[in-house]
């Protein structure tokens, strides 16, 4: 279980580029301000570096969806709802090595990525998607049905993007080094990067497959269930293993996705870590005399007794009617603040009988009244009034 920023900003923004930016433009954005978050750029102590590498991973999740012309398509009309089951990369889950060899060709640095490498093929990488919950369902844990999209190999070339009976050539680019010597910086250094046209594997399909055209991978909806733990919060991520993007080459294991929760708004209650809050409204007599309510649970209809002479603002709390804790089980309180109403319309009668109180009511014996009164009388002996202009 791992918590995430809920409040996501404009991926506009992030890449500081306007609603009409090119796909060079959205490019060119990402790439300059991505490189500056490189962990060999960033002066200063470990903080800097962990800012930096929030900032990246913002940057290539703004960059995931501005430069996918259908993702951002959904953007532009529904904001980031508009990307639920889209099946997202989940970069929080991602390491920064990982990342750069995602974007190796955009960033010209392959990170561990590329032929050099010798850790053997690469995991697949973690995806993300989201689910809404109300708060019924967090009280007592639900089985829920995900839907997203993802990328799997291609089922006609096995993931290896060649139409079959094909095979691979060097790459013409590279010479099948997978690395290319690119000036940097006015010309002022010679880079070694990934190879922009083989993305650093030195060698590319002769004939590409005619199914996902030389991708080796193919979108597919998946429909998958979940327990969601009772207790859980808003934000918490509940990890389904094996349910992100294949392994490199369809040999490595998959990723993970990454279910992150929501809670639908409750008509009634307010959630405060394992506590609910209610507000209750109460009549003058309620309060004055004590009552009897009959007051709303997540667990059913419950009575709450309040006594003679409850103030308005007062909570009360039920015990064990709130929310169970996610690791001991154990349930929050429910909290009730009553809240005195004054009648706006009243009946003849009740007039009458409210105007006969008022007769015999001696203000001095109300707790808030009377404190209120003493404090008037409190601050003119002691102050001098201000002048008035
Ligand atoms: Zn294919
Ligand atoms: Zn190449």
Redesign the pocket.
């Known amino acids: 279980m791992t918590g995430m920023a809920t409040d996501k900003r404009d991926y506009y923004d992030v890449l500081g580029v306007g609603k009409t930016a090119s796909a060079d433009d959205i490019r060119k954005a990402y790439r300059a301000r991505a490189l500056q978050c490189h962990p060999d750029r960033v002066q200063g102590d470990i903080e800097a570096k962990k800012k930096a590498e929030a900032e990246f991973k913002e940057l290539s999740e703004a960059y995931e969806v501005l430069s996918d012309g259908g993702k951002r398509q959904r953007y532009d009309r529904f904001g980031h709802e508009g990307l639920r089951g889209v099946g997202m990369h989940d970069f929080s889950h991602m390491g920064f090595d990982d990342i750069f060899s995602m974007f190796a060709d955009i960033l010209g640095m392959g990170g561990q990525g590329g032929r050099g490498r010798s850790r053997g093929p690469r995991r697949g990488y973690d995806l993300e998607t989201s689910i809404t919950l109300t708060l019924e369902e967090v009280a007592s844990g639900a089985p829920k049905t995900l839907e997203f999209q993802r990328q799997d ?11 079959p009976g094909t095979g691979r050539r060097a790459c013409p680019t590279c010479g099948g080094y997978g690395q290319v010597a690119r000036s940097s910086f006015g010309g002022m250094f010679q880079a070694v990067t990934a190879c922009p046209r083989c993305h650093g594997a030195g060698s590319m399909v002769e004939t ?11 979108a597919v909806n998946r429909k998958v269930e979940v327990k969601v733990p009772a207790g859980i919060h808003e934000g918490q991520a509940v990890r389904v293993r094996g349910e992100g993007e294949p392994g490199e080459g369809g040999e490595a294991s998959r990723g993970d996705l990454h279910c992150y929760v929501r809670l639908a708004p409750h008509p009634l209650f307010e959630r405060h870590g394992n506590d609910l809050y209610l507000r209750a409204p109460i009549s003058f007599a309620q309060a004055a005399l004590g009552a009897e309510l009959e007051i709303p649970t997540l667990y059913g209809p419950d009575t709450l007794k309040i006594p003679a002479g409850t103030q308005t603002g007062h909570v009360f709390k039920v015990a064990k009617k709130g929310l169970p804790d996610l690791q001991s089980g154990r349930k929050g309180g429910l909290m009730v603040q009553v809240v005195v109403e004054t009648p706006t319309k009243m009946t003849g009668k009740q007039e009458q009988l409210l105007r006969e109180y008022a007769k015999t009511e001696d203000r001095s014996v109300m707790p808030e009244s009377r404190g209120f009164f003493e404090k008037i009388k409190e601050y003119f002996s002691s102050s001098k009034p201000a002048k008035e202009e």
């Open positions: 190999l291609c089922d006609k070339c096995n993931g290896s993007g060649a139409a590409p497959c005619p199914d996902c055209k030389g991708s080796g991978r193919q």
